[in-house]
């Protein structure tokens, strides 16, 4: 067993987004603070109205896919190719933009509580313009798992190796093969996973802390930091005294250069341009496929 180090913690950052929704971005608060193939994780967490009311109104994507999970209240996607659906607490949207898509996601309430995520997955060039498509998963269809320490394990995406099987999560066969787990630990919970050498892997912690590396060589963790992992074929994790909230995502590597512009993630300068030409011109959604 060759446990992965943590090479680099990034603490999030607090910004704003869309029409002011105040949250905190670790991945991708810089075109250096990225993990191939992920390009951007946001954490929304806030009581305050003033804070996410305006929601992230009509705005477009193209080249990756945005993944968005519900921890408490309710976001309302809408896209240019109909679709329609009310994210609720765990829930989850899975929406590859490809090509082009042009969405709006909004609250659905006027107080309270709304937290969750949105990630943003790169997608290989090869498929960066093929067609659009949506996914809408409920919390019911998101496998849930009960670890042997005591904690809980939600596999929203790819395969989970866990209590002598495998779960299949709520979303396979993807271009760049996600896995992403949310993790529940019990103070003091020891978690031990496999994870693939060829993939590239991180956690981030959103609630507790947690220290992660060989016993003896562990690198502490804390709430709102995303650790980047080293080298390895398992990962362990250890919850701190108050237990730990932790998102763990893997993937395969595009190995292909980034050049974004915004809501566009392409390989070269020039088809981001074309990008915001498409856009400009009302034709971003007619050229994939």
Request: charged fraction near 20%; charge should be negative; aromatic fraction near 8%.
């Amino acid at each position: 067993m060759n446990i992965r180090p943590v090479k680099r913690v990034i603490s999030a950052l607090e910004t704003s987004d869309g029409a002011g929704v105040r949250l905190r971005r670790s991945l991708g608060q810089s075109q250096w603070a990225r993990l191939d193939p992920f390009l951007l994780l946001d954490e929304f967490n806030s009581d305050d109205p003033d804070d996410y009311i305006g929601g992230f109104p009509s705005h477009p994507h193209r080249g990756f896919e945005t993944v968005t999970y519900m921890l408490a209240g309710r976001m309302l996607h809408e896209d240019h190719m109909g679709n329609r659906g009310e994210l609720e607490p765990g829930a989850v949207q899975w929406m590859t933009a490809a090509g082009g898509i042009i969405h709006s996601e909004m609250p659905q309430q006027q107080d309270g509580l709304l937290r969750g995520f949105q990630l943003w997955v790169n997608l290989p060039g090869s498929l960066k313009m093929a067609p659009a498509s949506y996914r809408d998963i409920k919390p019911d269809d998101i496998p849930q798992v009960r670890l042997s320490g005591g904690g809980m394990a939600k596999i929203i995406a790819g395969h989970f190796e866990g209590q002598n099987k495998q779960t299949v999560g709520a979303v396979t066969g993807n271009a760049t093969a996600v896995d992403f787990f949310d993790l529940k630990l019990v103070p003091g919970e020891v978690f031990i996973c496999a994870v693939a050498s060829d993939r590239n892997a991180f956690f981030y912690v959103y609630d507790g802390q947690a220290n992660s590396g060989e016993p003896g060589q562990l690198t502490g963790v804390d709430r709102w930091q995303a650790a980047l992992l080293g080298a390895g074929d398992h990962w362990r994790v250890e919850a701190g005294g108050q237990g730990a909230g932790i998102l763990f995502l893997s993937a395969i590597p595009t190995g292909e250069p980034v050049a974004q512009q915004g809501p566009f993630v392409m390989n070269t300068r020039e088809e981001v341009e074309q990008a915001m030409r498409d856009y400009r011109d009302g034709t971003l959604t007619a050229h994939a496929g």
